[in-house]
């Protein structure tokens, strides 16, 4: 590298995500252990712009494993987008003596620091944190376990009163522009349908999952719709079900932010221990514009630009499970 790292920058951007904390806390702690100061961007990439700047000890990152959010808050950031915002953001690296940077988050949160990376050669991290685990070249990302139990906690409630009412619910859930929560969230709640946009066949899932379901003399049914799968989203699939099967009574429930919510499971507390961990170890390396990811549990450094620009794909046999499942 080109001189020696002595003070990294840390900052969570976009949307909020369980472990985040546990991530915080890893960095902080094995830069610490390296000998390498830590200082804390507060509000994502608005903080770097403004200079909302803290150094941390390891007393700062003590307690906080188990708690959800970010203590260094996050925030959007239009002004980051532009080269003037970006020339700012710098200058505040410069004036700080940050010699790099380490951000969690997710696709804008890595898009933008590639483009930090490439105008002012920064040395840069990138560790996924993100419920909606879309991010390619790696398998799971921070939050997107507790988001999937936080969802199949509140299917199980629903079909209670489902059952007991007759009632179809539809279920809006998360995920950006990827189905990987609603599907995953379908199987392990036994929902009957997982509407999402890598299958664009809403009017047969929704026979499978009614009208077969009827035949079968099911009462009630669940189906899960990822919030952009089709226009309208869940209210609209309501609709094309009251028109169909109007012998249903059918409800909508928006799950919204709670799915961001909630202490971290096991499965992200320890996620994101470990890729925190080997942030600073990927740094010590001489490693730049990566992201640190999991594959086949090995932990895989990743271009960012391949992390951001390719599509992570559903597995086929994830999609077949659940309509052998449901039927």
Same mark, same amino acid.
């Given at each position: 590298?080109?001189?020696?790292?002595?003070?990294?920058?840390?900052?969570?951007?976009?949307?909020?995500?369980?472990?985040?904390?546990?991530?915080?806390?890893?960095?902080?702690?094995?830069?610490?252990?390296?000998?390498?100061?830590?200082?804390?961007?507060?509000?994502?990439?608005?903080?770097?712009?403004?200079?909302?700047?803290?150094?941390?000890?390891? @007393?700062?990152?003590?307690?906080?494993?188990?708690?959800?959010?970010?203590?260094?808050?996050? /925030?959007?950031?239009?002004?980051?987008?532009?080269?003037?915002?970006?020339?700012?953001?710098?200058?505040?690296?410069?004036?700080?003596?940050?010699?790099?940077?380490?951000?969690?988050?997710?696709?804008?949160?890595?898009?933008? $620091?590639?483009?930090?990376?490439?105008?002012?050669?920064?040395?840069?991290?990138?560790?996924?944190?993100?419920?909606?685990?879309?991010?390619?070249?790696?398998?799971?990302?921070?939050?997107?376990?507790?988001?999937?139990?936080?969802?199949?906690?509140?299917?199980?409630?629903?079909?209670?009163?489902?059952?007991?009412?007759?009632?179809?619910?539809?279920?809006?859930?998360?995920?950006?522009?990827?189905?990987?929560?609603?599907?995953?969230?379908?199987?392990?709640?036994?929902?009957?349908?997982?509407?999402?946009?890598?299958?664009?066949?809403?009017?047969?899932?929704?026979?499978?999952?009614?009208?077969?379901?009827?035949?079968?003399?099911?009462?009630?049914?669940?189906?899960?719709?990822?919030?952009?799968?089709?226009?309208?989203? /869940?209210?609209?699939? /309501?609709?094309?079900?009251?028109?169909?099967?109007?012998?249903?009574?059918?409800?909508?429930?928006?799950?919204?932010?709670?799915?961001?919510?909630?202490?971290?499971?096991?499965?992200?507390?320890?996620? $994101?221990?470990?890729?925190?961990?080997?942030?600073?170890? /990927?740094?010590?390396?001489?490693?730049?514009?990566?992201?640190?990811?999991?594959?086949?549990?090995?932990?895989?450094?990743?271009?960012?630009? @391949?992390?951001?620009?390719?599509?992570?794909?559903?597995?086929?046999?994830?999609?077949?499970?659940?309509?052998?499942?449901?039927?």
């Amino acid at each position: 590298m080109e001189y020696q790292i002595k003070t990294i920058g840390v900052l969570t951007s976009g949307g909020d995500a369980p472990g985040m904390n546990a991530a915080l806390r890893a960095i902080t702690r094995g830069a610490i252990y390296n000998g390498i100061k830590v200082k804390a961007i507060f509000r994502g990439y608005k903080g770097l712009i403004d200079g909302d700047i803290q150094e941390f000890t390891t @007393q700062d990152v003590s307690g906080i494993i188990q708690r959800g959010g970010t203590i260094i808050r996050s /925030a959007r950031c239009d002004e980051f987008r532009t080269p003037e915002g970006r020339k700012q953001a710098y200058d505040t690296l410069v004036k700080e003596q940050i010699d790099a940077l380490i951000v969690i988050g997710g696709d804008g949160t890595f898009t933008g $620091a590639r483009m930090l990376a490439q105008e002012y050669n920064v040395p840069v991290i990138g560790v996924p944190g993100t419920i909606d685990n879309d991010l390619w070249g790696t398998d799971y990302t921070i939050g997107y376990d507790t988001a999937l139990n936080t969802i199949m906690d509140c299917v199980d409630k629903l079909r209670d009163t489902g059952t007991s009412h007759e009632r179809v619910f539809v279920v809006e859930v998360m995920g950006r522009d990827a189905g990987f929560l609603t599907l995953n969230a379908t199987i392990a709640a036994g929902a009957e349908a997982a509407i999402i946009p890598e299958r664009a066949t809403v009017e047969e899932q929704i026979e499978e999952a009614i009208g077969q379901g009827r035949r079968k003399h099911k009462n009630s049914a669940i189906l899960l719709v990822q919030e952009h799968a089709i226009p309208g989203g /869940a209210q609209a699939v /309501a609709k094309m079900i009251e028109q169909r099967h109007p012998e249903y009574g059918t409800r909508v429930t928006i799950l919204g932010h709670l799915q961001r919510g909630g202490s971290p499971t096991a499965f992200d507390r320890i996620l $994101a221990s470990q890729l925190g961990g080997y942030a600073i170890k /990927a740094l010590l390396e001489e490693q730049r514009s990566i992201m640190v990811g999991i594959r086949d549990n090995e932990i895989v450094y990743v271009p960012l630009s @391949q992390a951001i620009q390719q599509k992570k794909d559903i597995p086929s046999d994830r999609w077949n499970a659940l309509h052998m499942l449901s039927i």
